[in-house]
C-alpha cells in the first residue's frame, strides 16, 4: 500500500507537468515561452522520478518474503501463529495508513476530516464561532481533555482575536450563514 | 552609506521595537515546540505584516527570523528533542551534560553563543555590503535570470533529500508561479475561467497552507505530548559558567560563526548543514575533541552559534540579488515584495536604510531573545507539555484567520487547505517544499528578468561573458554528479572482477 501511495505521489506530479506544459503551447507567443522552458524539463524530471520511484519499491518488494510454492510451503517449517498475527496486523496497518501515527494519534482519513471540519465550520459560522465550536469540540470530544482547558484555550483565542480587532483593525469572515441573511451576526467585533 | 546607516537606527522607533520583541517572543515559544520551527512562526506572523507599517511588518518577520534557532536549545538540552533540524547538533553535547547535572551551564553557553554568533553575522553582512553595491549595480537582467536558475539548480543539487525530487519541486514551484495574468501581454494563463486565479496564487495562504496547515496535520498524526516527563535542570550558579564559556573557549564561537556565514550565504546549505560542519570543525579544533558527543561545551557552543550566524550571511543573496536560499529567507523576500520593497539592485541604493535596519534588527532581536531564554527557561521547557489535541485546533484557526486576512477572500482560505494537503503529501514522499516556495518566490522575478533580456538583447543574452559563465556553472553542476556515478557504476564490475581473480589466485 505504501509502494502504491509512493507511485501515486510520483504520477501526480508527472500528470501536472504533462498537463502544465500542454496547456502552455496554446498560450499566446510571448505568455507560452516561460512556461514551456520550465514545463519541459519538469516532465522529463517527472517522468524519471517517476521511473526511480517504481524501481525503488520494485527492490524494496524484491527483498520481502517471495510467495513460494505449494511443495515448498509444505516442505517448510509450520509459521508460529504469532509471526502470522504480526504480519497480519502489520498489512492492516499499512493499509489504514497508521503507519507514520503513533497510538495517540489520529488516522490520515481522521485527520483529513478534522481539517475538513474546521474549514466547513469558518465557512458556515465564520472565525469566532468556528474558533469555539471546533477547539472546544476536537480538545473535549477527540482529546479528552479537562473542561477547564477546554474553556481557557479558545477564551485566549478571543482575546487575541479582540486584540486585533481593536489595535490592528483586522477584520474577520462572518460565515455564510450571516452574509446570506440566514442568521443574524450578533457578535460585538 | 553613512545617511543610511542613520537613517536605518532612526528606524528603530519604540512602535518598530515593540513589534520586533512580538516576532521574537512568538518565533521563540514556537521554536521550542519540536516540527514547528522559525519558517512556521514566521508564516503565522506573515498576514499581520502588511497591517503595520512596513519598518514595523519586516522588524517582526526579521525578529523572528533571528531567534529561530535560539529556542531549539531549550528542548535540545533539556529533553534531547530537537526543535526543528537546526537544534539537532546541540542535542549531541548538550542532552549528555544535561545529564550530568550540569543543564543550566549547557543552555546558558548555546543560548549566549546564539547571541554571539547572531551578532558576528550581522557585524558580517554589515562589512560585506559595500563590496556588494558595485558588484550589484554591475548585473543586469541576463545576469539576474541566470543567476536565479542557478539558485535553484543548487539548492536541489546540495541541499538536503533526494535531488531529482528536490529539483522537481523546484520547477513545479517555478510553474505554479505562472498562474494568472502574464505581465506584459495581459494572457491568461492556467486560470480555468476562475476570476480568483487571475491574480494569480497568492503567496500568503499558499505558504499558510504548506507550512501551517501540512505541519498541524503532521501533529494530528502523531499525536500525544511532545516532549517526556522528566526535565532535567542544574543549579543557578551554572549561568555564569556557562556565560563565559563561550569567550573561554573564543576560537571555537569564532570559528563555528564565520562557518554559519559562509553556509548562509550559499543557497541551499542552511543551518542544518551549518551546525553540523561547524560541530566537526570544532572537535578538531578543541583539546577535548575526543570528548565530543559526551557532555562538552564546545559542542554545544559551536553548534549554536553557527546556526544563529548563518542568517547574516542568508541575508546577502536575498537582499543583494534577490535570491532567497531557504524557506525562511523566501518567506521574507515575499514579504518585502508584498510592501513594496523590491530586494536587488534598488535595495542596495534605494532602500538602503531599510538593510541597515534589518542589521540592527539581527543584533537586537539575538541578544533579546538570548536573555529571555535564559530568564524563562523553565516557563518555555513547560510548553513542550502541551498536547498535540490542545495545540492542533488554535494553530488551525490561526492559520485560517491568517489565511482571509492577508485579501479578505474565501478563495485564500481553500488555497491554504489545499496547500495544506499537498505540503503533508511533499513531506510524506520526500518532496522539499523548500525548493517548491523558492521557485513560486522565483517565479515572479526569474519571468521579469527573462522578458527585459528578451526586449533589450533577444537571445543574444545568453552570450553575455557573465550569463555564459553562470548558464555553463549550472551545465556543469549537473552534469559531473551524473558522469562520476555513471563512471563509478561502469568500474564497479571490473573491480569485482578484479577482487574475485586475486581471491582465486590465493
Known amino acids: 500500500m505504501e509502494s502504491l501511495r509512493a507511485v501515486l505521489a510520483a504520477s501526480a506530479l508527472l500528470v501536472f507537468a504533462v498537463t502544465a506544459t500542454n496547456m502552455a503551447t496554446n498560450f499566446g507567443v510571448e505568455a507560452r515561452r516561460l512556461p514551456l522552458v520550465v514545463g519541459v524539463p519538469l516532465t522529463v524530471m517527472a517522468l524519471m522520478n517517476l521511473v526511480v520511484v517504481i524501481r525503488a519499491e520494485r527492490a524494496a518488494f524484491g527483498r520481502s518474503p517471495r510467495p513460494v510454492s505449494v511443495r515448498a510451503a509444505a516442505d517448510a517449517e509450520p509459521t508460529a501463529p504469532e509471526a502470522l498475527e504480526s504480519t497480519r496486523l502489520a498489512a492492516l496497518v499499512s493499509e489504514a495508513g497508521l503507519d507514520e501515527a503513533t497510538e495517540e494519534g489520529l488516522s490520515f482519513s481522521a485527520a483529513m476530516l478534522s481539517v475538513a471540519t474546521v474549514t466547513g465550520l469558518f465557512f458556515l459560522l465564520g472565525l469566532i464561532p468556528a474558533a469555539v465550536v471546533y477547539t472546544i469540540g476536537f480538545m473535549k470530544g477527540v482529546g479528552k481533555e479537562s473542561w477547564s482547558k477546554s474553556l481557557l484555550v479558545p477564551t485566549l483565542l478571543i482575546l487575541m482575536f479582540w486584540l486585533f480587532r481593536n489595535y490592528l483593525n483586522v477584520r474577520f469572515y462572518r460565515g455564510w450563514l450571516v452574509t446570506e441573511g440566514f442568521i443574524p451576526y450578533v457578535l460585538p467585533f | ?506
Open chain 2, 1 to 506: 552609506m553613512t545617511e543610511a546607516l542613520l537613517q536605518g537606527l532612526a528606524n528603530l522607533t519604540p512602535y518598530v521595537l515593540l513589534w520586533m520583541t512580538v516576532g521574537v517572543l512568538v518565533s521563540t515559544v514556537i521554536a521550542i515546540i519540536p516540527g514547528l520551527g522559525g519558517v512556521f512562526a514566521m508564516v503565522l506572523m506573515l498576514p499581520l505584516v502588511y497591517t503595520l507599517t512596513p519598518e514595523a511588518g519586516l522588524a517582526m518577520l526579521v525578529g523572528a527570523m533571528a531567534v529561530s534557532g535560539t529556542g531549539n536549545t531549550i528542548t535540545g538540552v533539556l529533553f534531547g528533542v530537537p526543535g526543528s533540524a537546526t537544534g539537532v547538533a546541540t542535542i549531541l553535547d548538550g542532552y549528555p551534560m544535561a545529564k550530568k547535572g550540569l543543564a543550566t551551564r549547557a543552555l546558558t553557553a548555546g543560548l549566549t553563543a546564539s547571541a554571539v554568533g547572531g551578532v558576528f553575522g550581522a557585524i558580517v553582512l554589515a562589512a560585506i555590503l559595500p563590496v556588494m553595491r558595485p558588484l550589484v549595480l554591475a548585473l543586469g537582467s541576463p545576469e539576474f535570470f541566470m543567476l536565479i536558475f542557478a539558485a535553484l539548480v543548487f539548492m536541489a543539487f546540495i541541499g538536503e533529500g533526494s535531488m531529482l525530487k528536490s529539483l522537481s519541486s523546484g520547477f513545479a514551484g517555478l510553474m505554479l508561479s505562472f498562474v494568472g495574468l502574464e505581465i506584459s501581454t495581459a494572457t491568461s494563463r492556467y486560470t480555468f475561467g476562475v476570476l480568483y486565479l487571475v491574480d494569480g496564487i497568492r503567496l500568503v495562504p499558499l505558504f499558510i497552507g504548506l507550512f501551517a496547515v501540512a505541519e498541524m496535520i503532521i501533529l494530528l498524526r502523531k499525536g500525544g505530548t511532545i516532549a517526556p516527563e522528566e526535565a532535567l535542570s542544574g543549579a543557578r550558579s551554572q549561568i555564569t559558567e556557562g556565560f563565559l564559556d563561550v569567550f573561554r573557549h573564543w576560537r571555537i564561537t569564532l570559528a563555528s560563526s564565520v562557518t554559519g556565514v559562509v553556509v548562509g550565504i550559499a543557497p541551499g546549505l542552511g543551518a542544518a548543514a551549518a551546525q553540523f560542519i561547524a560541530y566537526t570543525q570544532a572537535m578538531k579544533l578543541s583539546k577535548n575533541g575526543k570528548n565530543f558527543g559526551t557532555g562538552e561545551v564546545e559542542g554545544v557552543i559551536a553548534a549554536d552559534a553557527a546556526t544563529n550566524s548563518k542568517d547574516g550571511g542568508a541575508l546577502v543573496p536575498t537582499l543583494a540579488f534577490g535570491i532567497p536560499g531557504s524557506s525562511a529567507m523566501a518567506l521574507l523576500l515575499a514579504a518585502m515584495i508584498g510592501l513594496g520593497v523590491t530586494p536587488g539592485p534598488s535595495m542596495l541604493t534605494e532602500d538602503l536604510d531599510l538593510v541597515w535596519m534589518f542589521i540592527f534588527i539581527l543584533v537586537i532581536a539575538n541578544v533579546v531573545g538570548a536573555a529571555l531564554c535564559i530568564a524563562f527557561t523553565g516557563l518555555f521547557a513547560k510548553v513542550t507539555r502541551v498536547t498535540a489535541s490542545t495545540l492542533a485546533p488554535p494553530i488551525l484557526i490561526i492559520s485560517l484567520f491568517g489565511a482571509y486576512a492577508s485579501s479578505r477572500t474565501l478563495g485564500d482560505v481553500w488555497t491554504a487547505v489545499v496547500a495544506g494537503v499537498i505540503g503533508y503529501g511533499m513531506v510524506r514522499f520526500g518532496y522539499s517544499r523548500a525548493t517548491f516556495v523558492i521557485g513560486f518566490v522565483l517565479g515572479i522575478l526569474l519571468e521579469r528578468h527573462f522578458l527585459l533580456s528578451m526586449r533589450l538583447y533577444g537571445f543574444d543574452f545568453l552570450r553575455r561573458p557573465v550569463t555564459l559563465g553562470i548558464a555553463l556553472t549550472i551545465v556543469a553542476v549537473i552534469v559531473l554528479p551524473v558522469t562520476a556515478r555513471i563512471v563509478r557504476g561502469l568500474r564497479a564490475p571490473h573491480q569485482e572482477e578484479r577482487a574475485d581473480d586475486s581471491a582465486a589466485a590465493r
